[in-house]
């Protein structure tokens, strides 16, 4: 007897546009990471910009995506739909008000059992599930055991690499620890934003468990969409005025203090943008009062803009105003405002931990100095405001490298690929159970599953070419 069709022949059918199995449901996690909330402040940050940014772009090409996380306000909507394909439903767990991510922990089970009710209701089948954060992780790991379905998870922040050095950390912090343990081990894949987070995650969680590394990505359209000289006109800046700019929430270990303190000492002249809001009842209105208070001290007042928080809309406006956008964290996963920036053809100058020391070249898209060194900070920066032909040289190359590795599409067809890849399985056994094949036809499908060769990108083709043998269009031959 012959084999099956070989894989390579799956090419050349002509596969139409259908809802097929190929076009999945997902479930991404993100308990305290609303898609839809106001960015910038305590609580809302990357990971909101992260998740909601996944899901529009999973929904562009043809999956259905529920962004689940927790309801905070009871004006909130319990259901919204953020583009054809994609919602964010918002569950009940807890008190329906903010609550700060180190008390969510003792309301994660209410979170689970609301999970399973909305998904009981609505019949919906999630082929995997996405989880944002430990505490969605948690969440996970709970509807992994229960349901057996793939479970992916990005970190967002590590707890041992956070509270490597408080001296005092939380007592959340043990428990913490011990989930981000349990979830590298026992999950499909880990996604890791950068080379340092892997060897984070193996240094001081596991050396087990499976790491994917995949960056973070940007509508590097949208960032890129105002010149200088029209977000200068929109925004009431000089055209010769010399932009420092940071972007971001208002949080010890972003090293906002740092920045103040270089600046203080620039022997140019210029003015310095911060751009972030705080909550009234969180811990960044106390370090937003401390910065203002230290600027007054050092004598900027009369040079320094606090704006607030600005939408995601207006934001491109401001990145292209800057000389320089500045990000000077003790601490950076990731960094997603050091790609936004170079998106608008800004030079970064960033401290070189974490993630931006993958995301910001140094001497080629801006520069990398020591984190928590103003005198090194302010050498940098005054370096770039001084050489114009030099920042354009930044600007350039900047532009390019993001677009080539950061971009939302780009980012997302790797997530894509390894989703595919972790429920090609459940797919082929769902296309066996849902046509009428001869035993025959089922043993060489599941023979070429186990052979590997079945690509994900195969399983349109493969339906198509299941549908003709259920049909009858093409028959077996036996040689
Ligand atoms: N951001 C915003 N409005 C603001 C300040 C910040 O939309 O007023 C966004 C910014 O564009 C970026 C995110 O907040 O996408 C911050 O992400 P990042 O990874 O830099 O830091 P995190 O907040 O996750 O620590």
Same mark, same amino acid.
């Given at each position: ?31 305290h990471g609303?898609?839809?909330a106001?960015i ?25 995506v ?5 309801? /905070? &306000?009871?004006?909130?909507?319990e259901?919204?739909? +953020?583009?054809?394909?994609?919602? #964010?439903? $918002?569950?009940? !767990? ?8 180190t008390?969510?922990? /003792? &309301?994660?089970?209410e979170f689970?059992?609301?999970? +399973?009710?909305?998904?009981?209701q #609505?019949? $919906?089948?999630? !082929?995997?599930?996405h ?13 992994k ?5 793939p ?13 490597r050095?408080e ?27 950068s ?6 995650l ?39 005025a ?24 620039l022997?140019n ?8 809001g ?11 009062q ?15 803009v606090?704006?607030?928080?600005i ?9 292209a105003?800057?000389?320089v956008?500045?990000?000077?964290s ?20 960033a ?5 931006l ?6 001497g080629?898209?801006?520069l990398?100095?020591?984190p ?13 405001l ?11 190359a ?9 971009s939302?599409?780009a980012?997302?067809n790797?997530?894509y690929?390894?989703?595919q ?5 459940t797919?082929?056994?769902e296309?066996i159970?849902t046509?009428?094949?001869t035993?025959?036809v ?11 060769a ?18 009858g269009t093409?028959?077996?031959?036996n040689?």
């Open positions: 007897m012959k084999n099956l069709v070989p894989v390579s022949l799956f090419e050349s059918l002509e596969i139409p546009n259908l809802e097929t199995h190929s076009q999945p449901t997902y479930a991404l996690i993100s308990v609303d898609p839809t106001e910038g402040k305590e609580g809302a940050g990357g990971q909101n910009i992260y998740v909601r940014e996944l899901g529009l772009a999973l929904a562009q090409k043809g999956c259905q529920d962004i689940f996380t927790r309801r /905070e &306000h009871p004006n909130q909507e259901i919204v739909e +953020l583009a054809p394909g994609c919602r #964010t439903i $918002r569950l009940t !767990a807890g008190p329906i008000k903010f609550v700060p991510r008390e969510l922990f /003792e &309301h994660l089970p689970v059992a609301s999970w +399973l009710n909305f998904q009981q #609505t019949g $919906r089948n999630y !082929a995997l599930i989880t944002n954060y430990w505490l969605s992780g948690w969440v996970g790991l709970q509807l055991s229960q349901l057996g379905l479970q992916v998870h990005t970190y967002h922040s590590i707890g041992a690499v956070k509270y050095d001296q005092n950390p939380p007592q959340i912090a043990a428990i913490r620890h011990c989930v981000e343990k349990t979830i590298l081990e026992q999950i499909d894949c880990v996604i890791s934003t080379p340092q987070e892997v060897d984070d193996r240094q001081l969680i596991s050396q087990k468990g499976r790491i994917k590394i995949i960056p973070c990505g940007i509508n590097t359209t949208h960032f890129s969409s105002v010149s200088q000289k029209i977000a200068r006109q929109k925004l009431g800046i000089s055209p010769d010399q932009i420092i700019l940071y972007v971001g929430r208002f949080d010890r270990r972003k090293g906002i203090e740092t920045l103040v303190r270089s600046c203080a000492a022997p002249s210029f003015q310095l943008y911060f751009v972030g705080s909550r009234e009842d969180g811990p960044d209105l106390q370090e937003q401390r910065i203002q208070a230290l600027v007054k001290k050092l004598g900027l007042e009369a040079v320094t606090f704006t607030g928080q939408s995601q809309a207006q934001l491109p406006a401001y990145y105003a800057a000389n956008c500045v990000v000077p003790y601490y950076e996963p990731f960094g997603l405002v050091a790609i936004e920036a170079m998106a608008a053809r800004t030079p970064v100058i401290s070189n931990v974490g993630g020391q993958h995301t910001v070249v140094h080629q898209t801006g990398l100095v020591p928590g060194n103003h005198h090194d900070l302010t050498k940098a920066i005054s370096n770039v001084d050489n114009p032909s030099l920042r354009q040289f930044y600007a350039n900047a532009y390019s490298w993001v677009q080539s590795r950061f939302t599409q980012v997302t790797q997530i690929e390894l989703y890849s972790l429920t090609l399985s797919f082929v056994q296309i159970q046509h009428n094949l035993p025959n089922e043993k060489q499908i599941q023979t070429l599953l186990k052979s590997k079945l690509k994900p990108s195969d399983i349109k083709a493969l339906e198509k070419l299941v549908d003709s043998f259920s049909n093409v028959q077996w031959v040689s």
